[in-house]
């Protein structure tokens, strides 16, 4: 992934761990246009899925449907403007991310019943403020109306709308719901960034850490004393009641551990369990966390410098 794509897989891999109800979450979408079987012609947004077996481009019509489950997508202003320092680019950009969802998914039936839409939105929020590149949007706008949910975001505003006579009313009445968040996004990239590696089992969705990257990232949003942070995470199955190595972290690559973060899942209560962890120096230079034996599915992120 690279410029505003890295942006956008980096929040969407912590939207989707931390938002165990959501199902899919889709990249920047593109006004789409359908002209059915009598010549009547409709536009949607399309999320690109891939190229199909006949080797045709893949577009899903990101408009309400139930066999999409719970997702999420993108729409970024056009034009987006690069700054170029000594080949390395920034930018900012305003974004919008739509959500359509079903509120049994989310707080349970018949729970949802007496559930409200800013709850909805602060449980979003949360997620939102906590992501990298997102946590620093200084202000959101908020949109529950289908005609601001679904229409098409340009640096000029709202222009002319999707097609909603394909969004009937019940697809924004309960137990389905839609919410749209708008902002700005600073990010800061270099030329030769390294791809960020997002590989998140389904069966492990809600149980990663706020950050997920198996590969070494540049720590984007903050720096330690002017030095550069980095980050990573390790993937640990089952807790062995000892110290587990984290493989390639040691004191020669290692100058200043900033913070760490763990999530596991406690096997006695069956309880996600979240917050920081103590690094252990294996005598040889090596560091690990001691992981008990009633923790499974772990993950540890740890945030240093060079």
Known sequence: MALVDDAISTVNATLLANLTWLDGAYGKIQRMRHVDAKGKETTFPGA???????????????????????YCYWEVSDPV???????????????KISFWFDWRDIFGD??????SIEQVKLIILNVLAAAQYTRQVEAYKVYEDANSIFQNFTNQGYISSYDHKQIKGQFLMKPYGGLAFSGVIQSFMGCTYQDVVVDI?????????????????????????????????????SGADDVELLTGLTDSLVN???????????????????????????????????????????????????
């Open 256 to 306: 200043v551990i900033v913070k760490t973060e763990y999530r596991a899942v406690n096997t006695v209560n069956n309880a996600r369990e979240t917050g920081s962890v103590q690094l252990v120096d294996d005598g040889s230079g090596n560091f690990g966390v001691f992981t008990p034996d009633f923790w499974t599915n772990i993950f540890v992120t740890v945030y240093y410098t060079k």
């Open 201 to 237: 089992p389904q069966s492990l969705i809600g149980r990663l850490p706020m950050n997920y990257s198996n590969s070494e990232q540049l720590y984007l949003t903050e720096q330690w004393y002017g030095e550069n942070i980095y980050w990573r995470t390790w993937a640990l199955s």
């Open 48 to 70: 690109y899925t891939g190229t199909s077996a006949n080797g045709t481009n893949d577009y899903i019509n990101v408009l309400p449907d139930q066999k999409l489950g719970n």
């Open 81 to 95: 403007e690069y700054d170029n320092i000594n080949r390395n680019f920034s930018t900012s950009f305003n974004f």
């Open 110 to 115: 018949p729970a949802y019943k007496a559930a």
